[in-house]
């Protein structure tokens, strides 16, 4: 199904099942009393449907939780464009997928993970705006049920157990952190994440060259965070010398390579010690990887590689329309 289509069922299935879940939580909280302290006992799930860049946002804070609960079983719910980026972090047990290929198969595959996590003791919802996701998370029965809250989002309370107020104006690994810091979980600091990351990537070959990745391409959730192969004529022309030697390589996924190649055509006539190299599509995520992570720089615009690329301590611009940041 296209994001468009998951909206929509998001929104007006999700608004009607809560009208009709959320006086029945009610009540059954007021008789069954149950223990809501926030302590972590045998499983935890994290919920985190949409959006691989924020998966690995929140990575730190997995991190953390993995280091203070070793014996803890980590699951994830999660859809399958989401899977590469979660096995990337080498942090869950266990990786249930919804499958978002047809109507038939979302409600299927859904019946079927909350099968594998009812009574759950702790579900974690990452989804900020999804209303699906609190419902799915009310149907487990856990009970923590942890999540975010919006100035208009009132529909939540009473369904989760525990919110966490997540301003959208600002960087949203301080709102992941700080469900985490309800049980005394800090985030494991950028070393740490770059060391585990780096332990399961595999070797990749230097070839002297300095070298640059870029990620120009994202998820169909904010294409329109994406430049224009003239624009990132200029991004090259504004930074580096016509005459600079370097290897230039394209990360991203195979339905990239076409923006890839445009670049590649503006370039390389401008730039003709620069060898440019398309990967899209050519390599799985922990090749491309550990490719980004022998890079003397990064430049992308906001999507998963430009935070790989943080963890990495690689110096890395990112670029929107107008701006770009430098970390």
């Given at each position: 199904m296209e994001i468009k289509t998951i909206r929509i069922i998001d929104y007006y299935l999700g608004n009607l099942l809560i009208a009709i879940l959320k006086?029945?939580?009610?009540?059954?909280?007021?008789?069954?009393?149950?223990?809501?302290?926030?302590?972590?006992?045998?499983?935890?799930?994290?919920?985190?449907?949409?959006?691989?860049?924020?998966l690995v946002i929140a990575f730190p804070a997995l991190l953390g939780l993995?280091?203070?609960?070793?014996?803890?079983?980590?699951?994830?719910?999660?859809?399958?464009?989401?899977?590469?980026?979660?096995?990337?972090?080498?942090?869950?047990?266990?990786i249930i997928e919804i499958d978002d290929s047809g109507i038939f198969k979302f409600f299927r595959s859904s019946l079927g993970t909350w099968i594998k996590i009812f009574?759950?003791?702790?579900?974690?919802?990452?989804?900020?705006?999804?209303?699906l996701s609190t419902v799915f998370s009310a149907l487990t029965c856990a009970r923590n049920r942890i999540g975010f809250y919006l100035e208009e989002a009132f529909w939540r309370r009473r369904l989760h157990t525990h919110l966490v107020y997540f301003n959208r104006f600002s960087g949203s690994y301080y709102f992941y952190d700080k469900i985490f810091q309800l049980f005394s979980i800090s985030p494991c600091s950028t070393v740490d994440c770059k060391e585990h990351l780096s332990g399961f990537l595999p070797a990749t070959e230097k070839t002297g060259k300095y070298r640059i990745c870029i990620g120009h391409a994202c998820s169909g959730l904010s294409l329109e965070r994406m430049l224009d192969a003239?624009?990132?004529?200029?991004?090259?022309?504004?930074?580096?010398?016509?005459?600079?030697?370097?290897e230039v390589i394209f990360l991203g996924a195979q339905k990239d390579s076409g923006l890839a190649s445009e670049i590649t055509e503006r370039l390389s006539p401008g730039f003709i010690n620069i060898k440019f190299t398309d990967l899209c599509g050519k390599t799985d995520l922990n090749k491309s990887l550990s490719i980004l992570s022998s890079s003397d720089e990064f430049w992308g615009i906001d999507s998963s590689l430009l935070h790989y690329a943080r963890l990495f301590k690689i110096g890395s611009s990112g670029f929107m329309v107008g701006f770009f940041i430098t970390y």
């Open positions: 006086p029945v939580v009610i009540l059954l909280g007021i008789l069954l009393r149950r223990d809501h302290g926030l302590e972590l006992k045998k499983d935890i799930t994290i919920i985190k449907m949409l959006g691989g860049g924020s993995r280091r203070k609960y070793p014996g803890l079983s980590i699951n994830l719910v999660t859809m399958k464009g989401i899977t590469p980026f979660a096995r990337s972090l080498n942090i869950f047990d266990n009574r759950n003791d702790t579900i974690i919802d990452l989804e900020v705006y999804s209303r003239g624009q990132w004529e200029k991004v090259f022309i504004s930074r580096i010398d016509k005459s600079f030697e370097a």
